[in-house]
């Protein structure tokens, strides 16, 4: 089956041939660790996922390489690990906050279905091949020194803009940012820089003798060199990447190994909103992982709900998506029939090598559900990333609580009543007013055999 992907670099749907079948090789770009990974960067998380599953398919699990990394090496990092820990050393400090901030969007990814990466590599651990890809630059007339920082020299590259399908020229004219004096033209970025005091340090390349710490751009090169070599097949990320951060990673990877392309493909997914608007703190929708965890959506529900709209479009994240996506989840694991031994369904196999198109994908297992085929519906469903296991968890958990709850509330409700026969109306309503505080909605109807009153109640948030 021929597997055929958007281009971001040629603008256009093409066949995937790998460069070598035996080792398929895909890098994302991964979280940079100081704070919640929110729901916007849960996006490319879930798109490559489903697409290292489909290599995996189609190759072979053993011969796909999947690279996602971690920066831990970055301004934010450093400016949040200061606020945070201030008491600490800033070294300290700054491996506290990486650390906890990865163990988090592991934990949080994982709730999602997520496969982990064949590997994750570290920015840290890699600060040898950053300086290495600085001097190479630097030897071949691609990058220079001024001011202890090494910068790439943007005229160096005559197709810069390519990926971002921008000029040079226009790029400069549209430029609004003021140009740092050392640099010898407005385009041209860091890859590496001295560091301030309390920031990490490094010896830095090209003869510069302060310590210093590389830029962002830099640190995918090397990594993505270093697991997977100077040309591999597919690089991944969100739209707001494509310039300049993979621009950038284009030149200098290209500039530093004299190669013709760094990936052969690029894909981007498209940008995330919140109920019709862009997500941000200042208007009080921006939405973590986390958080929709903890207000009890089961991971796959958030899962199926991205998968719903095609990668490369915008999505519009609401409250009444995540409620269809998890009617529809609810409906579709409800006899829960084992699928083992049954195939994964080629309609949603066919759909997915068509660019990605889960919107076709859960067509096709709409499809399955209605025909009654329930086990090749499981096995897709677990192929895909949705076992179940999130919702079961869940039911589960509720029902702890609602037997928890009901040893709280019955005797409430008895002693209530027992008010109420007494006429001591102000007991009655003190306990009413417990309740209601507690989340518990109470109903008084009368029993038309005996004349009692009786109390059901029910939890309202």
């Given at each position: ?144 020194v001024a001011a202890d920082h090494v910068l790439f020299d943007a005229s160096s590259m005559p197709d810069y803009g390519k990926l971002s399908n921008r000029s040079l020229e226009e790029m400069e004219a549209g430029a609004r940012v003021e140009v740092a004096p050392y640099k010898k033209g407005p385009m041209d970025f860091v890859l590496w820089k001295p560091s301030k005091p309390g920031e990490p340090a490094w010896p830095s390349p090209a003869g510069i003798t302060v310590p210093g710490r590389p830029g962002w751009h830099i640190e995918c090169s090397a990594m993505s060199w270093r697991h997977l070599g100077a040309v591999f097949d597919i690089h991944g990320g969100g739209i707001d990447l494509a310039f300049p951060h993979h621009e ?214």
């Amino acid at each position: 089956m021929s597997l055929t992907l958007y281009n971001t670099l040629t603008r256009r749907k093409e066949a995937f041939s790998p460069l070598d079948p035996e080792n398929v090789r895909m890098y994302v770009c991964g979280p940079t660790v100081y704070d919640f990974a929110h729901i916007g960067n849960a996006r490319p998380v879930i798109v490559f996922d489903v697409l290292f599953r489909l290599l995996r398919h189609i190759y072979g699990a053993d011969h796909v390489t999947y690279v996602r990394n971690i920066t831990d090496v970055d301004d934010k990092i450093n400016a949040r690990a200061a606020e945070r820990y201030p008491e600490l050393p800033p070294e300290v400090g700054i491996r506290k906050l990486t650390e906890e901030t990865a163990a988090q969007f592991h934990k949080d990814i994982a709730a999602l279905g997520v496969l982990p990466p064949t590997v994750e590599p570290r920015a840290t651990e890699h600060i040898q091949e950053m300086v290495d890809l600085c001097n190479q630059l630097v030897a071949n007339g691609h990058a220079y020194v001024a001011a202890d920082h090494v910068l790439f020299d943007a005229s160096s590259m005559p197709d810069y803009g390519k990926l971002s399908n921008r000029s040079l020229e226009e790029m400069e004219a549209g430029a609004r940012v003021e140009v740092a004096p050392y640099k010898k033209g407005p385009m041209d970025f860091v890859l590496w820089k001295p560091s301030k005091p309390g920031e990490p340090a490094w010896p830095s390349p090209a003869g510069i003798t302060v310590p210093g710490r590389p830029g962002w751009h830099i640190e995918c090169s090397a990594m993505s060199w270093r697991h997977l070599g100077a040309v591999f097949d597919i690089h991944g990320g969100g739209i707001d990447l494509a310039f300049p951060h993979h621009e950038n990673e284009i030149a200098q990877s290209r500039c530093a190994h004299g190669t013709e392309v760094m990936a052969r493909y690029w894909m981007h997914n498209g940008f995330l909103q919140v109920e019709g608007e862009k997500m941000s703190k200042s208007l009080g929708n921006f939405i973590t992982i986390r958080q929709l965890l903890d207000e009890g959506w089961p991971g796959e529900v958030l899962r199926l709900n991205m998968l719903r709209t095609h990668y490369r479009q915008p999505i519009d994240w609401t409250k009444k998506g995540l409620d269809e996506s998890e009617k529809i989840l609810s409906g579709w694991l409800a006899d829960g029939v084992s699928g083992e031994g049954a195939p994964v369904a080629q309609g949603v196999i066919e759909a997915l090598s068509d660019d990605l198109n889960t919107p076709k994908a859960i067509a096709e297992l709409h499809r399955l559900h209605a025909a009654g085929e329930t086990a090749v519906l499981n096995v897709t469903l677990a192929f895909l990333g949705i076992t179940g296991e999130s919702l079961k968890a869940r039911a589960v958990a509720q029902a702890a609580e609602a037997l928890s709850m009901s040893s709280k509330v019955e005797p409430l409700i008895a002693a209530r009543l027992e008010a109420r026969k007494r006429k001591d109306f102000a007991e009655s309503d003190r306990i009413r007013d417990e309740l209601a505080a507690m989340g518990i909605s109470l109903k008084d109807s009368k029993n038309k055999e005996t004349g009692e009153i009786e109390t059901t109640w029910e939890v309202t948030r």
